[in-house]
């Protein structure tokens, strides 16, 4: 499984804000995109993103996750 929060840290830069979301060209869905948020999370505890938005469906799947990154 691919860790979408760490492939757009990558592409960020500092001070910069960006959407996650699933890429259902690359294999995501909304389930296994739920592991993105477990590794938002990771790096927001290393200092290295500030989670903005949580963006939920009805059902409360995430679809969408707002981060800036800060180092």
Request: charge should be neutral; glycine fraction near 8%.
């Amino acid at each position: 499984m691919r860790d979408i929060a760490m492939e757009v840290y990558k592409k960020m830069k500092v001070g910069g804000v960006a959407w996650i979301r699933p890429v259902s060209a690359k294999g995501d869905t909304l389930d296994s995109f739920q592991a993105a948020h477990d590794s938002a999370r990771l790096l927001e505890q290393e200092g290295l993103i500030d989670i903005e938005k949580v963006q939920r469906q009805a059902d409360g799947l995430i679809d969408a996750i707002r981060i800036q990154r800060l180092a």
